[in-house]
C-alpha cells in the first residue's frame, strides 16, 4: 500500500516538474488566436519574421548536413573498425564518447579558433557550424550504430559475404547495413533532435539557427517565440516517437 | 561437374608466438572429401580459413587446380563455406540468401530453388533465418555455398550446434549431396565419428601438422602414432613384448602396426577388441560396469593394470563387481609406444 502511495507520489511529483512548463507553454502562446495559425502560414511569418524564418531554414539545412556528415564519417568507421580493427575499438569509442565529457561552453573556447579559419576559407555562414555539431552529435549517434552492431555477428556475416564473392563495398552495403538499419535511423534521428535544440555553440561562435532566433525573437514577440519553441519541442517528440516504432517495427521482422 | 585439385604446401601460420599451423602439408584429390580431425586449438580452422582466403598465412602456399591463389583474396576464390557460427544473412529469407551468390555472379536465379530442394527445404523459401531451426539454418547455409558451384566446399564444424540426432541425419545428408555435387571437399570436425563416418580419407592433426591421413578404417585399425590412436578412442594402455613384427600382451600374440625394437613396449589396445567372459579359475575381477545403452563398459583389474572393454549389455548381468573374468583380445594389428 504504502509502496503503491510512494509510486503515485513520484508519479505525480515528476509529471507536474515535466508538464508544468509545456502546460505554460500552451496556454501562454494560446492567449493571441493568431500565434498558431501563423507558423502554418509560411509566407506571412517569413515576411512578419524574416530572422525566424532564417533561423528556422538554418536549422532544417545544419540537421540535414550533420546527419548526412555523420553517416558517411561513423557508419562506414565503425562498421570497418568491428571487421577488421578490433584492438582500436576502445581507442575510437573514447574518442566519440569524448565530446559528451566536455561542456559545450568549453567546447566552444577550443572551436573558436579553429572557427577564426573557418571564417577564413569558407566564411562565416551559419551552415559551417555543422562540424562542431558533428563532433557534438558523435557520443549519441556511435552508441547507437554501436549497438545495432553489437546485435549482429558482423565479422561472420561479413566472412559468409566474401566467400560467397561480395567485395568490402557490397558486404558493407549489402550485408551489414540492411541489418543495422534501425540503428542508423535512431542515429540519424538523434542527431537531427539534437541539431534542432543547440543553443550555446551557434549563439557564442555568432551564427544563426533555431534557438538562437527564438531567444532573439523572445525579447521582442515573446508570444510567437514560445509557440515555436513549442513546435520544436513536438518535432522532437514526433521524431522520437517515429524512431521507436521503427525499432518495434524492425523487431518484429527479426 | 567433377571437382578439382587441392594442395596445401608448407602452410604455416603464426599468432603473436602461437603456431597455429606449422608445415601443414595436405593434397586432396578431386571430388575427395577429407576430415580434418584434430583437439581444440590445433589449428583446423586457421587452415580451412587460409585455404578460403579469410586469414593470410605467414609462410607456404594454397594451389586450387594447379594454380597459386595465395594472394587471392577471398572474394575471388570461389570457394563455398558453412561456418560453426550460424552465418545467414537476417535480413533476407532462405531463398534470398541461397540467391545471394547467384546475383553477385548474374547467375540463373533458378538454382536457388533447387538448392533448397537439394537440401530438403522446399517450401521453406519464405522463411527468415530466425524462423528456422539451427539445422535447417544450417541446410540454408549449405544450399547457399553449393548454388555458386565453388570449386571447392569447405565445412567448419557446421553441426556442432546441433543436437546428437539432427547431426547425425545432417552428416549423412551432406555425404550424399557432396558424392552427388562431387565437388573436393574439406570437412573440420573435433568429433572422430563423424569423421570416420563421412570422410573419404581423415587427416588426424596435433599442433598444426598432419600426424595422419588416410582412409576411416585405416586411422581407425592401423592409428599411425599414440597421438591418433589415443584420438580415435583407444584408451588402454597395456605392457606388452614385442618379438619381430608380433607384440605379447596379456597372453595373447597381436601384430603389430609398424616396426618396433624387440623388447618391452606399451601397447595401446581399444576398448571393443576386448572380450570378457566368466571364468572363476581367472585372477582378474570385474571393477565396475556401466550401462551406455546397446553396449556397456566394464572395467577389469588384471595384475595391478586397469583394463577398459567395451560389452554387448546383454553380457553385464552375468559381469557384476568382482566377477573373476577371463580377457580374450581380437587378433587385430595394435600400436605400441
Ligand atoms: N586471431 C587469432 N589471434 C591469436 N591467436 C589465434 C587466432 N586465431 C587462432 N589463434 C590460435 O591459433 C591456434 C589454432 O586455432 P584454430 O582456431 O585453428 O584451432 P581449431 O583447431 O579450429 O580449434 P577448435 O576445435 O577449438 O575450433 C589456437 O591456439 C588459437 O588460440
Ligand atoms: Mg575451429
Sequence with gaps: MARVAFRWTVLTVMGVFFLLPLVAMVEFSTRDPETWPLLLNWPKLSADYPALAVGILASLAQAAVTTV???????????????????????????????????AIVLVVGLAPVYAWVNYFVGGSSITLVFAYTVLVLPFAYRAVDTGLSAIDVKTLAEAARSLGSGWFTVIVRVVLPNIRSAVLSAA??????????FTIASLLHRTNLQVAIEFLGKSSATVSVAVSLAALLLAFVLLIVLSIAGSWKGKKS | ?????????????????????????????????????GPSGCGKTTA???LAGLEEATAGRVLVDGKDITRLPASKRDMGMVFQAYSLFPHLNAQQNVEFGLRLRKRSLKRAAEMLELVGLSGFENRYPNQLSGGQQQRVALARALAIEPQVLLLDEPLSALDAKVRVQLRDEIRRIQTEVGTTTLFVTHDQEEALAIADRVGVMKSGKLEQLAAPAEVYLRPATPFVADF???????????????V???????????THADGAVTALIRPESIQVSPDPSSSAKVLTSSF??????????????????????????????????????????????
Aim: glycine share 8%; with cysteine; hydrophobic share 50%.
Design chain 2, 292 to 337: 551406455l545403452g546397446s553396449l556397456s563398459r566394464v572395467t577389469v583389474t588384471v595384475d595391478d593394470h586397469l583394463v577398459v572393454a567395451q560389452v554387448p549389455s546383454g553380457d553385464l548381468p552375468e559381469l557384476t563387481q568382482g566377477t573373476r573374468v577371463r580377457l580374450t583380445i581380437s587378433p587385430l594389428a595394435v600400436v605400441v609406444e
Design chain 2, 48 to 50: 580451412l580459413r587460409i
Design chain 2, 1 to 37: 561437374m567433377t571437382g578439382v585439385a587441392v594442395h596445401l604446401d608448407g602452410l604455416r601460420r603464426t599468432f603473436g608466438t602461437v603456431h597455429a599451423l606449422a608445415d601443414l602439408d595436405l593434397s586432396i584429390s578431386p571430388g575427395e572429401l577429407i576430415a580434418l580431425l
Design chain 1, 69 to 103: 556528415l555523420m553517416l558517411v564519417l561513423l557508419v562506414p568507421t565503425a562498421i570497418w573498425v568491428r571487421l577488421r580493427l578490433p584492438k582500436v575499438r576502445p581507442l575510437v569509442e573514447f574518442l566519440c564518447l569524448l565530446p559528451l565529457t566536455i561542456p
Design chain 1, 189 to 198: 534521428f538523434l542527431t537531427v533532435a539534437l541539431v534542432l535544440g543547440e
Design chain 2, 248 to 258: 605379447q600382451v596379456l597372453g595373447t600374440k597381436l601384430p603389430l602396426v609398424g
Design chain 2, 232 to 246: 580415435v578412442g583407444i584408451s588402454n594402455r597395456l605392457p606388452g613384448v614385442v618379438e619381430g613384427d608380433t
